[in-house]
């Protein structure tokens, strides 16, 4: 009997079904299809335009499609956490929304922020609890309405943000050559002013003259941001490839958050493997922060097979950044195919 580990039993998703592309996005701000795809790889983007629905919404769609798939008993749930940015008030929580609206009777419920790294810190946490013991089936969803902080006449930040949310189950085994394996997280704090919202929080909380101002909106200095996620995520990766015996030859996908497409080729370039071997959706989802890597595992969760080498990374806000390596713990293949 080997170690208790944490393995992915399924993953769901969801994105809306209004698709935001290069062309429109072109009459509302100063920019065209041609630098967008050259500077970032962004073809278009999915957008929640519905009044009134938020982050809970698509993290409730995702979580119920993830629940069907596995056929898991709800009341066996013991916890449902969801990674955002993007909450959809200050309190309560997202995860308490998304549970309330599940019906799940015997889970408890909280957010994690982490900005773009938030699903890889918070599966990290997840595998802890799950190993603990003391938890068997957690609800893992990393969602962002990107969208609501995005100002549309910003032509260096709007091209790249979309919406949508993605969800893992995930379950204890005692097959020690499965599942979570190793992880390599590390914060630099010194990212506030490069990569920020200005105002709504308790340094700045909202009046009129932070509206007026449009103070509500992402900040960002894109090339120190790029510089850094470069070089973070490409060194994350080789690290955790070297501590673990992993090289080109026994690697079978890095899953990158979707940033920027030249940033996801220099991770792969970094650890000497081709593009198809690199989970990519940024070209027609954009950037959906904590959604892009669980996202990315839904589009492709037909392609894995039981035992594949996947390296997860992400870089983002508060210059927070890592890798995690992990097991895959079934065959796609005979999963559900995704609804989009």
């Not at 941001?225 to 080109?248: H, P, Q, W």
Request: with cysteine.
């Amino acid at each position: 009997m080997g170690k208790r580990r944490a393995i992915i039993t399924g993953v769901g998703g969801y994105v809306p079904e209004y698709i935001l592309n290069n062309e429109e996005l072109s009459r509302m701000v100063e920019t065209n299809d041609e630098w967008i795809m050259t500077r970032v790889g962004i073809k278009e983007r999915r957008i929640l335009t519905e009044e009134g629905l938020g982050t809970s919404y698509m993290a409730r769609k995702a979580a119920k499609q993830l629940l069907k798939k596995t056929g898991v008993d709800p009341n066996t749930i013991d916890a449902l956490i969801v990674t955002t940015s993007s909450a959809d008030y200050k309190f309560p929580s997202t995860a308490s929304i998304v549970l309330g609206k599940l019906g799940l009777k015997n889970a408890f419920a909280y957010d994690l922020w982490a900005a773009c790294c938030g699903f890889i810190y918070t599966l990290d946490t997840v595998a802890c609890m799950v190993e603990s013991g003391r938890y068997n089936k957690v609800i893992l969803i990393g969602a962002d309405k990107m969208s609501a902080m995005v100002d549309y006449k910003d032509r260096a930040t709007c091209p790249l943000f979309g919406d949508g949310a993605g969800a893992v189950l995930i379950e204890a085994t005692e097959d020690d050559d499965m599942g979570y394996m190793d992880s390599y997280f590390r914060t630099d704090g010194k990212g506030l002013p490069f990569l920020h919202m200005k105002a709504g929080g308790s340094v700045c909380p909202p009046s009129h003259f932070t509206v007026d101002h449009r103070l509500h909106y992402i900040y960002q200095e894109g090339r120190t941001v790029f510089r850094y996620a470069v070089t973070s995520m490409s060194d994350d990766c080789a690290l955790i490839a070297e501590r673990n015996g992993l090289n080109k030859d026994n690697i079978q996908w890095i899953v990158p958050h979707q940033a920027n497409m030249r940033i996801i080729e220099a991770v792969a370039k970094r650890l000497d493997l081709p593009m198809e071997q690199v989970m990519v959706n940024i070209e027609h989802f954009g950037n959906t922060s904590a959604a892009t890597i669980p996202l990315a595992l839904w589009e492709y969760e037909s392609k894995l097979r039981k035992g594949d080498n996947l390296i997860l990374t992400a870089f983002g806000a508060g210059f927070v950044h890592g890798a995690s390596y992990l097991k895959w713990a079934y065959d796609g293949s005979a999963a559900t195919a995704p609804v989009k």
